[in-house]
């Protein structure tokens, strides 16, 4: 009885015990909502493997076998292997994932082992950014590189890039076309996050605004609005971060419009393309074709939808893609798709608890850069198509059919997850042992 008391009066055996008890409780948690993500993938998955002649389409099984698989041995992996205690952005990675992969096989059953591949190179860029991040010598020596690197792809990309819904922003090479304006995503925060996490004048700040109008000025060659308007935000979001200049951010911003003034002016074609914004309905055959089906196929989806595969607006051209949101709200309900949206919001809320506590500003500003970019492409995306914002057709994160959208959405995913100091567990051992 006294070594019962003993133990009970312990501070030690007491935060000892605390902790075993937190870690099982976490572990219940995870491996809980797995399932419970798990058995939604099946239910809607069961919904696409039987083609018209009511056979089974065994690529169909074997790719969400496949995935469902690698959901668990990453959870194991991540939780007993590298001894992680966090595995909330994966979770919300992987159920939005699967509801992309649930579309494809849907709509476009044949494109989706390309869908799948995608997957696990986002999958694997995941796991080399948390590795390649881990040591901070790798960041300070890689910003330069990786801006030469980006400005190189983007000028590539202007002189072999062939027009492609009006847009110069795809690459063909050996067969596999790309997106480089997607990769660029990711050095466009690289760069920024650590050019300025030592800001100590207005000099790293300029060399940024510098190789931010290279970037934003290339996209716009290209036509690729909705990306300039992309990193445009996110630009913004790294330099207040980090300077605090409103008055810098304000000039650049006023400059950014004299700029948009003058290409309106010089090529007032260009304005074409949002001439239908808020006039959709006087246009429903021509420029509102796309925006005033989503509307209404989205409409008659109510609460719960019509059913995977009993829409109407998959027959549209980019329903996969741009409108792949107005297909989750007919086919699968307003719940499903504002737990969607919600998802990135947590994305978000996820990155700014986490900067609190960083390491250092490069890891602040690059979770909250690339929290804030997803946020505002998601923003783009299901406002664009319900006519709220003008469509510049960007993707869904995650959801929308393509591989360098893909792959971009889960090396985002590592920058916030890199944030969080559970991630490091050596690290974050010796940050507990200090409190």
């Given at each position: 009885m006294a070594h019962s008391n003993a133990k009970s009066t312990n501070p030690n055996y007491n935060r000892i015990n605390s902790n075993i008890k937190e870690k099982k409780k976490h572990r219940l948690n995870n491996g809980f909502i797995l399932l419970l993500i798990?058995?939604?993938?099946?239910?809607?998955?069961?919904?696409?493997?039987?083609?018209?002649?009511?056979?089974?389409?065994?690529?169909?099984?074997?790719?969400?076998?496949?995935?469902?698989?690698?959901?668990?041995?990453?959870?194991?992996?991540?939780?007993?292997?590298?001894?992680?205690?966090?595995?909330?952005l994966e979770l919300?990675?992987?159920?939005?994932?699967?509801?992309?992969?649930?579309?494809?096989?849907?709509?476009?059953?044949?494109?989706?082992?390309?869908?799948?591949?995608?997957?696990?190179?986002?999958?694997?860029?995941?796991?080399?950014?948390?590795?390649?991040?881990?040591?901070?010598?790798?960041?300070?020596?890689?910003?330069?590189?990786?801006?030469?690197?980006?400005?190189?792809l983007l000028a590539l990309n202007l002189i072999l890039a062939e027009a492609t819904n009006g847009a110069l922003n795809w690459i063909t090479v050996f067969g596999i076309s790309f997106q480089p304006s997607e990769f660029v995503k990711i050095a466009f925060i690289f760069v920024g996050s650590s050019t300025?996490?030592?800001?100590?004048?207005?000099?790293?700040?300029?060399?940024?605004?510098?190789?931010?109008v290279v970037c934003i000025g290339c996209l716009f060659l290209m036509y690729d609005f909705?990306?300039?308007l992309i990193f445009f935000f996110t630009f913004i979001?790294?330099?207040?971060?980090?300077?605090?200049?409103?008055?810098?951010?304000?000039?650049?911003?006023?400059?950014?419009?004299?700029?948009?003034?003058?290409?309106?002016?010089?090529?007032?074609?260009?304005?074409?393309?949002f001439a239908t914004y808020r006039h959709v309905w006087e246009y429903p055959d021509t420029g509102g074709y796309q925006q005033t089906r989503v509307l209404i196929y989205a409409a008659s989806g109510g609460l719960l939808g019509t059913g995977i595969g009993r829409g109407e607006l998959r027959n549209i051209f980019a329903s996969t893609t741009d409108l792949v949101f107005g297909v989750l709200c007919e086919e699968w309900g307003v719940i499903l798709a504002i737990t969607v949206v919600l998802a990135y919001g947590f994305i978000a809320v996820h990155a700014i608890r986490s900067a609190q506590g960083a390491r250092s500003s490069f890891f602040a500003i690059a979770a909250v850069?690339?929290?804030?970019?997803?946020?505002?492409?998601?923003?783009?995306?299901?406002?664009?198509?319900?006519?709220?914002?003008?469509?510049?057709?960007?993707?869904?994160?995650?959801?929308?059919?393509?591989?360098?959208?893909?792959?971009?959405?889960?090396?985002?995913?590592?920058?916030?997850?890199?944030?969080?100091?559970?991630?490091?567990?050596?690290?974050?051992?010796?940050?507990?042992?200090?409190?």
């Open positions: 798990t058995i939604f993938q099946l239910i809607s998955a069961v919904q696409t493997i039987f083609d018209s002649e009511g056979k089974i389409r065994q690529d169909i099984v074997f790719v969400f076998g496949a995935y469902i698989i690698i959901e668990w041995l990453w959870l194991i992996i991540s939780r007993f292997g590298f001894k992680r205690k966090s595995f909330e919300i990675g992987f159920f939005l994932t699967g509801i992309g992969l649930t579309v494809v096989a849907s709509v476009f059953p044949g494109d989706l082992i390309k869908q799948f591949i995608s997957f696990l190179l986002g999958l694997t860029v995941f796991a080399l950014i948390l590795w390649f991040v881990a040591d901070i010598k790798r960041i300070e020596w890689s910003s330069v590189p990786l801006a030469i690197a980006s400005v190189a300025l996490e030592k800001l100590q004048s207005t000099r790293s700040l300029l060399k940024y605004i510098v190789f931010s909705g990306a300039a979001l790294i330099s207040f971060m980090r300077s605090g200049d409103i008055r810098t951010i304000a000039v650049v911003c006023g400059a950014a419009l004299l700029g948009a003034i003058l290409i309106l002016i010089f090529k007032p074609y260009v304005a074409e393309r850069a690339a929290a804030g970019m997803m946020l505002f492409q998601t923003c783009l995306n299901v406002f664009g198509i319900t006519d709220i914002l003008p469509l510049t057709g960007v993707t869904l994160p995650f959801v929308s059919q393509g591989g360098s959208s893909m792959i971009c959405s889960w090396a985002l995913l590592a920058l916030i997850k890199a944030c969080d100091l559970r991630t490091y567990p050596s690290f974050y051992e010796k940050v507990e042992a200090q409190r």
